[in-house]
């Protein structure tokens, strides 16, 4: 079955420090989002991107992180600088909305602890 | 932001018991899904229900949804230790297509 690619899966940090995630969707999923997941919260978007465009980054705070997907594939979330509030699961998913149904297909995430 | 609200926010029952969690939203919704997230993973989608569907059945799960009340059911029968999980409801806005999250309700099965 296919899956939402994810890496790294585990990133430990010190504050002021720049971080990586790394995302590949489901092939043909044109849409793409970014969640950040506080424990025991639910899911807080931050990203979405239909194709290579940004449809929605309201929620993203651009002083410090950023998104990309250049090729409209697979996608890039930084955060420069870390900082102590940013310790969270970051989570990836893709859909696809030909169906109109929307469902979203999540990678396994990515946890970062910020020290 | 997060405008689905669930509850409990936390249920523990025994093995082979039903777990039921609701899940209650503010606007008019496309449809209404499901998801399970067991810890430290990402969520799987479980269930969709649209608008115009009152019930629907998969495996041992059965969810309803009471749009004259904005508010949705998850039911799961003779609950296993392997249902251990937190489960979230996520509804699909009609107006801009968005995905709004509950805060999701944290199960654990009794062996």
């Known amino acids: 079955e296919a899956e939402v690619a994810q890496s790294p899966r585990y990133k430990i940090t010190e504050k002021s420090q720049a971080v990586a995630f790394w995302c590949d969707p489901i092939?043909?999923?044109?849409?793409l989002y970014w969640y950040r997941q506080i424990l025991g919260q639910g899911p807080e978007l931050l990203v979405q991107f239909q194709d290579e465009s940004v449809v929605d980054d309201s929620q993203l705070p651009k002083d410090r992180f950023s998104a990309e997907r250049l090729k409209g594939v697979d996608s890039t979330l930084k955060i420069q600088p870390a900082e102590l509030g940013d310790s969270a699961m970051y989570l990836c998913?893709?859909?696809?909305?030909?169906?109109?149904?929307?469902?979203?297909?999540f990678g396994a995430g990515s946890r970062l602890t910020v020290l | 932001s997060q405008q689905g609200e669930e509850d409990p926010q936390a249920l523990s029952i025994q093995e082979g018991e039903n777990a039921t969690m609701n899940c209650s939203y503010k606007?008019?919704?496309?449809?209404l899904q499901w998801y399970r997230q067991n810890s430290g993973r990402g969520l799987v989608h479980l269930i969709l229900?649209?608008?115009n569907e009152r019930e629907k059945h998969s495996g041992r799960l059965r969810v309803t949804l009471d749009t004259s009340k904005k508010s949705s059911s998850l039911l799961i029968t003779a609950s296993r230790a392997a249902d251990t999980a937190s489960y979230f409801c996520?509804?699909?806005?009609?107006?801009?297509?968005?995905?709004?999250w509950g805060a999701g309700t944290k199960l654990i099965i009794k062996p």
């Open positions: 996520a509804t699909l806005r009609d107006s801009n297509y968005q995905l709004i």
């Open positions: 092939s043909g999923h044109a849409t």
């Open positions: 606007t008019s919704i496309n449809n």
């Open positions: 998913a893709s859909s696809s909305l030909r169906s109109g149904a929307n469902v979203l297909t």
């Open positions: 229900i649209r608008s």
